[in-house]
C-alpha cells in the first residue's frame, strides 16, 4: 500500500481536524441531501412523469424501486471506491466521488421525462441512481478514514461524528427545500419545472464541499505509511482486509444492522402509520423532522461521552434503548396518539439512536490499521447498510400482517436485532484511550506477521532478510 520516490523522508504534513471535519460534514450532507431529495420527489412526483400512465400502483413501486437500486450497488462501490482510498489517498476519492454525486443529482433535474423519451427516461433515472450509490460508498468511508485520522486522539470520537451529523442536516435539508415548491406552486408546475429545482440546488452544495476540500491534506498517518517500505505493498488493500481482517468486516456488518432502526422508523412506521392506521401523511414526515433535529444536538454530545467513556459502551447502550424504545413508539402509532408519537419518536430516533449513530464512525473506522481502514470501513458498513435498508421494511411489513394490526411483532423484531447488534458489538476491543499510532502498531504487526508466514510457505520472500518478520508481533487487536 505504499508507492516509494526517494530514499529521503518527507515531513508529514499537520493534522487539521476542524477542516476534515467540515469536509466529512458537508460531504455527507450532500449524499443524504440526494437521498432524501430523491425519496421525496419519487414519493411526490416522479411516479407521474417517469413511468407510464394508468397504473398508479405499479407507478409508485417503480419509483420506490429505483430508490433501492443505490442502495443495492453500494456494496459493489465499497469494492471499488474502499481500495481507491487505500491506494491512492482519501482527497482522491473525496473530491471524485464529490463530483459524481453531486453531478448525478443535477443530471437527475435535467432527465427527461417519460412523456418526451419514452422508456430511455427510467434508464438514464436508474443510471443516475446507481453512479450515486456506487459513490456514496466511498465517500464515506474515505471522509470518515480522513476525518480519523487527522483527529487529535482526545477527540477522535467528536470529529469522525460530523460526518453523521451531516447526514441529519443533510435529510432536513432535503425536505426543508422541497417544502415551498409542493406548498405554493400547481401541480402542472411542479410536474413541469418545479421538482426540477431542488436537484440542481446540489451544485451549490457541490461548489461549498469543493471549496472545503480542495485544500486539505491528506493526514500523517496516511502519508506516513505510504512512505514506509512493507511486506504488504505487494498486494491490494482488498486482498489483504479479505487475508487479515475477515473478523472486522463481519463484526463492523453486523453491527451495521443498528441501521434497522432507522429504516424502521423512517420507511415502515411512516407506511404503517398512514395505510394501517390512517393518520395523515404530512404529520408523520414530520415526525423525522422532529427527530433529526433532536439528533442534531444528541450526536457530538454522545461522539464526546464516547472518548471520554469508550466506544462500546455508548453505542452498545444506544442499539439496546433504541430497539426498545420501538415498543412505546409503535403502540402509539397504532393508538394515533400525536402527541405521544413525537415524544417517542425524538426519544427513539433522535436520541437513543443517535448514541449509537454518533459513535460507529469511529469505533469502526478504529478496527482497522490505516492502509486498509477505507477498505474495510466501507465493506463492513455498505453490506450493513444494504441487508438493513432492503430487507427490514418487507420483514416489518410482514410480521404486520395482511390487516396491519399487529404492531408488537415488528417492534419485537427490531429489538432482537437490536440486541444482536450490542452483543457482536461488546466482543470488540476498546480502542477509544488507545493512540491512533498504537492500534496501527497493533494492527499491523499482526498483519505483517501473518503476511510473512504467507509468503514464506509459497517461498517469495527470504525470513532473514525480512523487516516485518524480525519486528512482528502476534498482538491480537480486531
Known amino acids: 500500500m505504499s508507492t516509494h520516490g526517494d530514499e529521503e523522508t518527507a515531513v508529514l504534513p499537520a493534522k487539521s481536524p476542524r477542516r476534515a471535519a467540515l469536509a466529512g460534514w458537508i460531504g455527507s450532507a450532500l449524499e443524504y441531501y440526494d437521498f432524501a431529495v430523491y425519496a421525496t420527489a419519487a414519493a411526490v412526483v416522479l411516479n407521474h412523469i417517469f413511468f407510464p400512465e394508468g397504473n398508479a400502483a405499479a407507478a409508485v413501486l417503480q419509483s420506490m424501486g429505483v430508490a433501492g437500486v443505490a442502495y443495492v450497488v453500494r456494496p459493489f462501490g465499497a469494492l471499488i471506491m474502499g481500495p481507491l482510498s487505500d491506494r491512492l489517498g482519501r482527497k482522491f476519492v473525496l473530491m471524485m466521488t464529490l463530483f459524481l454525486i453531486g453531478g448525478a443529482t443535477f443530471a437527475i433535474g435535467c432527465l427527461p421525462t417519460y412523456g418526451s423519451a419514452g422508456i430511455l427516461a427510467p434508464i438514464l433515472l436508474v443510471l443516475c441512481r446507481v453512479i450515486q450509490g456506487m459513490s456514496a460508498a466511498g465517500e464515506q468511508a474515505s471522509a470518515i478514514s480522513m476525518s480519523l485520522e487527522h483527529s487529535e486522539d482526545r477527540s477522535r470520537g467528536l470529529i469522525t461524528s460530523w460526518s453523521l ?9 432535503a425536505t426543508a427545500v422541497f417544502i415551498p415548491f409542493t406548498a405554493f406552486l400547481s401541480e402542472d408546475q411542479l410536474f413541469a419545472w418545479g421538482w426540477r429545482v431542488p436537484f440542481w440546488f446540489s451544485a451549490l452544495v457541490v461548489l461549498a464541499a469543493y471549496l472545503i476540500r480542495r485544500k486539505l491534506e491528506e493526514p500523517p498517518a496516511f502519508e506516513k505509511q505510504d512512505q514506509e517500505q512493507s511486506v504488504l505493498d505487494e498486494s491490494t488493500p482488498l486482498a489483504i482486509t479479505f487475508r487479515y ?3 472486522a468486516i463481519i463484526r463492523v456488518g453486523v453491527c451495521s444492522l443498528v441501521n434497522t432502526v432507522n429504516v424502521a422508523f423512517t420507511v415502515w412506521a411512516v407506511s404503517y402509520a398512514t395505510n394501517g392506521v390512517g393518520i395523515e401523511r404530512s404529520t408523520m414526515l414530520w415526525v423525522p423532522v ?3 433535529s433532536v439528533g442534531l444536538l444528541v450526536i457530538p454530545l454522545s461522539a464526546m461521552v464516547s472518548d471520554r ?3 462500546k459502551p455508548v453505542f452498545a447502550l444506544g442499539a439496546l434503548l ?6 412505546p413508539f409503535l403502540a402509539a402509532v397504532s393508538e394515533a396518539n400525536i402527541p405521544l408519537i413525537f415524544v417517542f419518536g425524538a426519544l427513539v430516533h433522535g436520541g437513543f439512536y443517535s448514541f449509537s449513530n454518533a459513535t460507529w464512525p469511529s469505533f469502526y473506522a478504529e478496527m482497522f490499521p490505516t492502509p486498509v481502514r ?3 470501513l466501507a465493506l ?5 447498510f444494504a441487508i438493513s435498508g432492503g430487507f427490514v421494511p418487507v420483514i416489518a411489513a410482514a410480521l404486520n400482517g395482511s390487516g396491519m394490526d399487529n404492531w408488537v411483532m415488528p417492534a419485537l423484531f427490531v429489538m432482537l436485532v437490536c440486541v444482536c447488534v450490542a452483543v457482536v458489538a461488546l466482543t470488540a476491543k476498546e480502542t477509544a484511550k488507545r493512540p491512533l499510532e498504537n492500534i496501527d502498531n497493533l494492527h499491523m504487526s499482526r498483519t505483517e506477521a501473518l503476511e510473512v508466514v504467507r509468503l514464506e510457505r509459497k517461498g517469495g520472500i527470504d525470513p532473514e532478510s525480512s523487516n516485518a518478520s524480525g519486528s512482528a508481533k502476534t498482538t491480537v487487536i480486531d
Open 290 to 292: 422532529v427527530s433529526n
Open 245 to 247: 481482517h475477515k473478523a
Open 309 to 311: 467513556v469508550g466506544r
Open 374 to 376: 477505507s477498505t474495510g
Open 380 to 384: 463492513g458498513t455498505q453490506v450493513g
Open 322 to 327: 433504541s430497539g426498545g424504545m420501538m415498543f
Open 165 to 173: 451529523h451531516g447526514t441529519q442536516a443533510g435529510s432536513l435539508l
